[in-house]
């Protein structure tokens, strides 16, 4: 993972007041090397102050910091977008649409637009990352389980795989959390496939999906005392981060888990959480509704 600069509550306010210092921030974090034509790849450019873009000499195409990205298109200010992404990567509860739209003095609306765009960044930026080296694997059940209803693998509750790397020391690195239709080998080796590289070891339960997994080395718990626990205790915390913050249930779980694994992701670096937060804003992909 790059590095990031570290910005306190004091140097935020003061650096990002108006809306061409959060545009010349976004523009440094899209375009670290300089501009880049999106259309053709050539760097020579003019600005165009009227239309605050910036137009290809070679192809013409005109590009605003914002084109393409998840706030393609956005009519709320910059300054808004950059008190968002700041209250978003500094509470570590996670922050809800209501509270969002109350600090920042927008309609419920609005804040609800930003968060969704911005979980979404957050899940673009993890792609990027594959885990690595001795991996923890386990499902989890969301959501309370219907009366009389199974629980367990056959249940009919919101399932989610959660892997964690570990390092030689055992201590946790990494988290991936994603929603799984079920948990069949080939579900599981999906997850795999996107959030695993070739030729680590997955340490799991003794469930029948996991042995036929490919391309990793399956490793399944003897059973002990402290097997998987850093599986266990993400999904404990995330739990409990679901309940305190967005009171335990919703529609569609991803955009939780992705905001939850961003924020841990990068735990030990917490005041370099706004600039790495605003990369993944400046450098995601647009959603496409
Ligand atoms: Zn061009």
């Known amino acids: 993972m790059s590095k990031a600069a570290q910005i306190t509550f004091k140097d935020f306010r003061t650096r990002f007041a108006t809306e061409d210092a959060c545009r010349e921030y976004l523009f440094q974090d899209r375009f670290p090397e300089g501009f880049v034509c999106p259309k053709c790849g050539s760097r020579e450019y003019y600005y165009l102050k009227t239309r605050r873009s910036c137009q290809c000499r070679h192809c013409r195409r005109q590009t605003s ?133 070739q030729d680590s070891t997955i340490e799991c339960d003794g469930y029948k999906s996991y042995p036929g997994l490919e391309g990793v080395k399956v490793n399944p718990s003897k059973y002990q005392v402290g097997d998987l626990k850093w599986v266990h205790v993400a999904i404990g915390n995330f739990k409990a981060f679901l309940l305190g913050t967005y009171h335990g249930s919703c529609g569609d779980y991803q955009p939780y888990l992705d905001e939850f694994c961003f924020r841990y992701n990068r735990r030990f670096r917490p005041a370099q959480l706004f600039a790495r937060l605003s990369r993944a804003v400046a450098t995601s992909c647009a959603l496409l509704n």
Not at 121 to 135: K, P, S
Not at 168 to 189: A, C, S, W
Request: glycine letters at 8%; charged letters at 25%.
């Open 65 to 197: 910091v914002t084109a393409g990205t998840v706030m393609h298109r956005t009519h709320l200010p910059l300054t808004v977008w950059f008190w968002a992404i700041y209250l978003c990567a500094t509470d570590k509860r996670g922050i809800s649409a209501k509270g969002l739209a109350r600090q920042l003095e927008v309609s419920y609306e609005s804040a609800w637009y930003l968060l969704v765009r911005i979980r979404s960044a957050m899940h673009d930026r993890d792609q990027n990352y594959l885990l690595e080296g001795i991996v923890e694997m386990d499902e989890a059940y969301l959501g309370a389980p219907k009366r009389g209803k199974k629980r367990g693998r056959g249940t009919e509750r919101k399932k989610m795989a959660v892997a964690v790397s570990k390092d030689e020391k055992e201590r946790p690195l990494f988290m991936r959390l994603q929603m799984i239709p079920d948990v069949t080998t080939g579900t599981l080796q999906t997850v795999i496939n996107g959030h695993v590289k």
